[in-house]
């Protein structure tokens, strides 16, 4: 028996990626237990995910959505290919390598990890390709201020930064999905729409990474814990080489008081962060005579959260997360519609173009005055051993300071997973969605008002089933 809770151990901290330590994700995601790690370790997961969107179609549209009458909106599609209201799908699948490079030096380690599953990372404009996700080394010789380089996860919101192993949920939240990981745009120029509006080429989100330097500690003191991270960034991950690439800064500050001297990701105690995303990006917008201008432009991301957790895996432990983000300038307006419906005859234009059609079409805010507001609040509780409960209610105000352009999306998403053991579980997500117009009466015209209307209410709820497996 004490064999067999070893090795189950042993595997567990392979799978959590650095379990051994107390959690913090700079630490856990960063660094190898002093003294004791191996110069290489193998490991990764697998998410085999079933979804359904529910594949509503949009009636009603005048005007410039007459061709998407009868079309089924890319919300109400399952992402990324976003051409069928169901699918099974391999969305994630990770291989990562990591330790420490002795006999160098037992301060120096290193983490590589590659995605081949398929998601919005690896896939962009009918391409898949897999592609690193991190590659990084830390450098542990300075007290209290550990150096990091390469790509891997910024610091941030504590959805986007936690392992995605370790992510209760099978999708994001509106306002991560929309405003903190769906941050850059291809290199086409981009076309102005109106006044500090812009059609842009789409891209690969940025999964929460940037490839740069981070500095970075934690310090104990009984039962409490602070941690911090600063880090300056490249403004892209490593992959992609956009119009849109500047520098960035990023830093965290964190305090937790851990119970029982709990340790791994599933850390029991209290814990508090406050987080913040300057960025500075660049926008080359087409000239009718031939060429581009290039626009230079602030962004700011921003946030608090905490976290309170009883236990893992005992009957009767208790997880309660918040967090609250904001953001102004570079909000992003994904399209609505990937193409026209069947039957229409001819062919809107979508993409960055100078009759393009604002309905299948992305569009970018980038402007400091542009603002969005979101946050989520999420709860979960093991009735049993293995039975989680779960339940999530998200918000996500887009272009707040616009009151015609002002989109609300509200999330409701209940869910229970089934651990069969730390390594391996059955996670299952009923979501209730809306989209609101808060602001009808601002959007000029009854057609525009009728078709903002109509592509709101079509939005379905969904449902996802997904298993998670650790090796």
Not at 99 to 122: C, H, L, R
Not at 155 to 183: C, H, K, M, R
Request: with cysteine; proline share 6%; hydrophobic share 40%.
């Amino acid at each position: 028996m004490k064999k067999q809770s070893l090795l189950t151990a042993a595997v567990a901290a392979a799978c959590f990626v650095g379990s051994a330590h107390a959690t913090n994700w700079f630490q856990l995601q960063g660094t190898e237990p002093s003294g004791i790690a191996a110069p290489f370790h193998l490991f990764g997961f697998i998410q085999p995910t079933y979804e359904d969107s529910g594949g509503t179609a949009v009636t009603g549209l005048r005007g410039a959505g007459v061709p998407f009458n009868n079309a089924v909106p890319k919300f109400n599609e399952v992402a990324p290919q976003d051409t069928s209201m169901s699918s099974f799908n391999m969305l994630r699948a990770r291989i990562a390598v990591r330790g420490t490079v002795t006999p160098i030096s037992n301060k120096i380690d290193y983490f590589i990890m590659a995605e081949f599953g398929n998601n919005s990372y690896t896939y962009d404009n009918g391409s898949y390709t897999p592609r690193l996700t991190d590659a990084s080394v830390t450098f542990n010789e300075i007290p209290g201020m550990r150096v990091r380089v390469g790509l891997f996860k910024t610091p941030g919101p504590e959805e986007v930064l936690q392992g995605i192993p370790d992510f209760d949920y099978i999708n994001f939240t509106n306002v991560s999905a929309q405003l903190i990981l769906n941050q850059f745009i291809g290199s086409a120029p981009a076309v102005s729409t109106g006044p500090g509006a812009y059609a842009v080429q789409s891209a690969p989100i940025n999964a929460g990474r940037d490839q740069g330097v981070q500095l970075f500690d934690w310090f104990n003191n009984g039962p409490w814990q602070f941690a911090y991270a600063a880090m300056v960034g490249n403004g892209a991950p490593l992959y992609y080489n956009a119009q849109s690439n500047s520098t960035s800064y990023y830093g965290r500050l964190q305090e937790s008081y851990i119970f029982n001297h709990s340790k791994g990701p599933h850390q029991a105690g209290i814990t508090a962060w406050v987080w913040d995303h300057l960025g500075h990006q660049a926008l080359d917008v087409a000239q009718s005579g031939g060429g581009y201008t290039r626009q230079n432009y602030t962004f700011k991301r921003y946030g608090v959260g905490a976290q309170y957790r009883s236990g893992f895996m005992t009957p009767g432990a208790v997880r309660v997360t918040g967090e609250l983000m904001r953001g102004t300038g570079w909000i992003l307006s994904p399209a609505a519609f990937a193409g026209a419906a069947a039957g229409y005859s001819g062919t809107p234009t979508c993409g960055p173009g100078t009759a393009s059609n604002g309905l299948c079409t992305e569009t970018l805010y980038p402007g400091a005055n542009n603002a969005a507001v979101g946050g989520y609040i999420e709860t979960g509780v093991f009735v049993t051993k293995h039975w989680d409960l779960e339940a999530r209610y998200d918000q996500y105000d887009r272009m707040t300071n616009n009151p015609g352009l002002e989109r609300v999306f509200k999330t409701t998403t209940l869910g229970v997973q089934y651990y069969i053991s730390p390594m391996a579980r059955i996670t299952l997500n009923y979501a209730f969605n809306r989209i609101d117009v808060p602001h009808l009466s601002a959007i000029n015209g009854p057609i525009a008002q009728g078709n903002a209307s109509a592509v709101a209410s079509a939005k379905d709820n969904t449902i996802a089933l997904q298993t998670t497996l650790f090796f």
